[in-house]
């Protein structure tokens, strides 16, 4: 909508694309197109940008694409190279942002905090949601009995658990390569007082894992990928033998207290260098991810969801439809909308509050010796907190300049700027905002 090469490219159908957007949009259609020259002539500039963008296949990593389609990061400047993301694994996206291969990448947060000590320059500038969909399948005819079926029989959480896990000692169990999901399976062969490595561990990605599961090569599987869980558990049958979400079901109360600790978040992470020089265009980034969950849940959300069915399933070889996605975002995948980040950085109650959730993590890294002694400044890994609390200072002013504004007898071109300004605000877009109404103002 906005864009800019070395003369900023606007025009009169483009200024009235954005300010028809706004409750005073109508009105601002019957403008002398001298008026909109002059608007567009004063109008603060929004830089074209191209940012170097990759995704993890997950589907609570590719959903960025329902924005794409949406034309959304074109809207506040910023073109994507490739155009649709890149598609990498999990283990790739602290290498592709080291190397300087991308710019941008959707990341899980916990492959960074296994390595703190030597993971010091990346970053998560946005949180959008976290993971309880950690679970180990069993087949539906391996008669292996579930956590399910031993509540079942009247057993306790951690009686149940313990004789679940038990069952797993020296049989096959697939798992990812890449270490994110370790100190969730170390927790739960902790019930059975066993170690991961007293089963026989066959390390695959995540599609290869389900292909092996069907095919009768292993008894039980725990993929890293809502998608590789959702296929096994709704289309090929297969039982979960023990997940976080039965965890948070049953475990309330004995030996509970810990299941909050093994939870991640998902987000987006950059360089510390990359952040510190595209502040701008992260906020902007943030703008469209923001503006694409509101949609995503919103009361088109089925609408929205089928944008991103064609992309994930070509990404994972699957077959989801709309539906199973829904399932994972509302069920594995939680996610944290723009209403929903105070609980993230603000909300100290929160069992998601990310200082619940890591403080205990980091300190068992250290027990562990999985990373070095030290001090590890939460605050210093989650930029995110940081460009939130500015983001939410920017909508503060906005609504504050919008009020001015209001009350104002500004001219035709000042009163399309306060539009603009105000429809910006509308799309989660702070910073732009904050500058549209700033000019209608001076």
Request: charged fraction near 20%.
């Amino acid at each position: 909508m906005f864009e800019r090469t070395s003369n900023q490219m606007l025009d009169r159908r483009r200024m009235l694309k954005l300010v028809g957007g706004s409750a005073a949009g109508a009105a601002l259609l019957n403008l002398a197109p001298g008026s909109i020259a002059r608007a567009l002539a004063a109008a603060p500039e929004i830089p074209a940008v191209t940012t170097r963008f990759s995704m993890v296949s997950y589907t609570n990593h590719t959903w960025p694409i329902i924005g794409i389609r949406n034309g959304f990061f074109d809207d506040v400047g910023i073109k994507l190279q490739p155009a649709d993301g890149r598609i990498v694994f999990e283990n790739q996206t602290v290498p592709v942002l080291e190397n300087g291969e991308v710019d941008i990448s959707t990341i899980f947060v916990g492959v960074l905090t296994p390595a703190l000590d030597k993971i010091k320059n990346i970053h998560p500038f946005l949180i959008h949601s976290y993971w309880q969909g950690n679970t180990i399948l069993t087949g539906p005819d391996s008669g292996f009995k579930t956590v399910d079926d031993f509540m079942g029989e009247g057993k306790t959480f951690l009686e149940a658990a313990k004789l679940t896990v038990e069952q797993m000692k020296g049989r096959k169990l697939t798992v990812p390569p890449t270490i994110s999901t370790r100190p969730w399976l170390e927790f739960v062969y902790g019930f059975a007082g066993m170690k991961l490595e007293d089963s026989e561990l066959v390390m695959l990605e995540d599609p290869n894992a389900v292909q092996l599961a069907v095919s009768g090569g292993s008894p039980f599987a725990a993929p890293a990928g809502a998608v590789q869980i959702y296929q096994l558990q709704f289309q090929a049958n297969w039982r979960p033998l023990i997940s976080t979400r039965q965890m948070v079901k049953y475990a309330g109360g004995e030996g509970g207290a810990p299941v909050q600790k093994i939870l991640n978040y998902d987000g987006f992470a950059a360089t510390s260098d990359y952040i510190a020089a595209n502040k701008d265009t992260i906020h902007r980034f943030n703008s469209a991810l923001y503006r694409t969950m509101a949609g995503v849940f919103g009361p088109n959300q089925m609408t929205e969801l089928e944008k991103q069915v064609p992309f994930v399933n070509a990404a994972n070889g699957s077959t989801l439809d709309a539906a199973a996605i829904k399932f994972i975002f509302s069920q594995l995948d939680p996610f944290f909308p723009w209403e929903a980040q105070p609980r993230l950085w603000a909300d100290a109650g929160d069992p998601l509050y990310y200082k619940n959730v890591y403080t205990y993590q980091v300190q068992k890294f250290i027990d562990d010796k999985t990373i070095a002694p030290g001090k590890y400044d939460l605050d210093e890994l989650f930029v995110a907190k940081s460009i939130w609390q500015e983001a939410m200072a920017m909508k503060d002013q906005a609504a504050s300049l919008a009020a001015k504004a209001d009350a104002a007898k500004l001219s035709d071109k000042s009163r399309a700027l306060a539009e603009a300004g105000k429809t910006w605000s509308a799309r989660y877009n702070y910073l732009d905002a904050v500058r549209f109404l700033e000019a209608a103002l001076s």
